[in-house]
């Protein structure tokens, strides 16, 4: 398949993606472009590339295509090479799950993907009494008699993770999470009544089975059976008479996903060991269920724009030769965004350049649709890079954009995107980002949609706020509100 992948890079190559640097080609025509932006973007967005899902060859033919282009173009690669690979780890739902509960001969049977959802990590079939535990934190007491199967209820501030390991602890064979139907995340909600597969790093530690189930249908059923319905408070305790049995239907499989870097040195001596990181996601959501007819999730805006502009940004900097940045800018195309920014959450656990040597890191995620002469750059109050933006911008009025801050603070926009875990590094952080549309995580995010000269425009604008970072005196610092809100986590 390596094979097959390279081959579909290189023919990407010559077709005329990405050709700028060709000796004898005028220098008008090195610049960042609408047309240059439209070949990129189409590429990435194609149907062969079939949504470039996290893992997938699609996504394996766009980060060859990637490491190519930066091989063309003169990039470094790190000391472990363009392509970092990390392993992850996939649990596909089946469709053999089942929750009942049972009092003497009475048995009350929950409906799969109705009245609950199963939750990954651990296969198999339990029974037990329940025991209600405390929402608060996940905990409870050590179990030592006979099986007991946990009931909490779920709160925002708990992740259904830690609740395993603490019921795995304590010696409890499984738990149950309670939690209102109408409550629950959208996305979360999708995955969980589609049986889509989940995703997550390293390897599958050992647990309990689980699920969540609503609170509607769990006190719907213990009430058919004579039972007290789950307490209000949140008190300790046993279920008289009550049995639940839980049976977990999952397939374990361990897969690996691309991360890209390519590196321009820097020139001046003194500060060509620290580095600038322009980053982009390159997966998108791949193959999906069909919206009128259409099952591949191209992911035109999110985020084949932002990955063509990092390659746009990385070429035109190469070309600068002998003039090119003081500092190092390191280009780097991440995968497993869609998955929960699994790619970049592995590169600042194994990175392979320090990262106490990147002074800050540029994100592009969505800059070819909506406003035309507009981008927010989001987190610009949490660090110097916000005036630096605003700077640059109007130092370049051809550009014709004005930057404004977060428009959407009610989204989190900030935590949703790779630059957070670097800045939740330390590392001072901006996001370029043109908002979610109509067509955003739908089969409808088309490349005859994206305003390529927009999108242009933007890749250039990163192009100077990059080189400004590279060529300044000192570093980027941390508003002192914006230090406690990001990196030491306080509210």
């Not at 970092?84 to 929750?99: F, P, T």
């Not at 647990?207 to 307490?231: I, Q, R, W």
């Not at 949140?234 to 690996?256: I, K, N, R, Y």
């Not at 911008?393 to 954009?401: I, R």
């Amino acid at each position: 398949m390596r094979r097959r992948v390279m081959a579909c890079a290189i023919l990407a190559a010559t077709l005329g993606l990405g050709c700028r640097g060709a000796p004898g080609t005028p220098a008008a025509d090195r610049d960042i472009t609408r047309e240059d932006m439209r070949a990129r973007i189409s590429f990435l967005a194609a149907d062969r590339l079939r949504g470039r899902g996290t893992p997938s060859e699609g996504l394996d033919i766009a980060a060859a295509y990637i490491e190519s282009e930066f091989r063309r173009m003169g990039l470094n690669p790190s000391k472990s090479g363009y392509t970092q690979r990390y392993q992850l780890v996939m649990s596909d739902m089946g469709d053999g799950w089942s929750l009942a509960l049972r009092r003497g001969s009475r048995r009350a049977t929950l409906r799969n993907r109705t009245d609950f959802w199963g939750l990954p990590w651990t296969a198999g079939s339990v029974e037990g009494r329940l025991r209600f535990v405390g929402s608060a934190s996940p905990g409870g007491p050590a179990e030592d008699d006979e099986p007991t199967i946990w009931v909490a209820r779920l709160s925002p501030s708990t992740m259904p993770r830690d609740w395993q390991r603490a019921a795995s602890a304590a010696g409890a064979v499984g738990l149950l999470l309670v939690t209102p139907s109408e409550g629950l995340e959208p996305q979360v909600r999708h995955w969980l009544s589609e049986g889509e597969a989940m995703y997550e790093l390293g390897d599958i530690e050992v647990s309990v089975p689980a699920a969540m189930v609503s609170e509607e249908a769990l006190t719907a059923a213990m009430e058919e059976l004579g039972l007290d319905a789950p307490p209000e408070a949140q008190d300790d305790g046993l279920a008289p008479g009550g049995q639940l049995s839980l049976a977990a239907d999952l397939t374990v499989e361990t897969l690996s996903a691309p991360n890209v870097l390519g590196i321009i040195r820097g020139r001046d001596r003194r500060l060509r060991n620290e580095y600038v990181l322009v980053s982009a996601h390159m997966d998108g959501l791949g193959v999906g269920f069909a919206v009128d007819g259409d099952s591949i999730y191209n992911g035109a805006d999110d985020n084949a724009s932002g990955t063509a502009a990092i390659l746009e940004v990385a070429e035109a900097m190469a070309e600068l030769k002998d003039e090119g940045p003081r500092r190092s800018v390191a280009f780097l195309a991440v995968s497993g965004e869609e998955r929960g920014l699994l790619g970049s959450a592995w590169f600042v656990e194994h990175p392979p350049i320090p990262l106490e040597r990147i002074v800050a890191n540029v994100n592009i995620d969505m800059i070819g649709r909506n406003w035309e002469d507009t981008i927010a750059v989001v987190g610009k109050p949490y660090s110097s890079l916000g005036a630096l933006v605003d700077s640059v911008a109007m130092a370049h009025p051809e550009l014709g954009l004005t930057t404004v801050d977060d428009q959407w603070p009610a989204d989190g926009f900030f935590f949703r995107s790779d630059h957070f875990n670097f800045a939740r590094k330390g590392i001072p952080a901006v996001f370029f980002f043109n908002g979610v549309h109509a067509d955003y995580h739908r089969p409808s995010d088309e490349v005859d949609k994206i305003k390529f000269e927009k999108a242009s425009r933007i890749a250039r604008l990163v192009y100077e706020v990059a080189l400004a970072i590279a060529n300044a005196d000192d570093r980027p610092t941390w508003d002192p509100e914006g230090r406690r809100r990001i990196v030491e986590g306080e509210q």
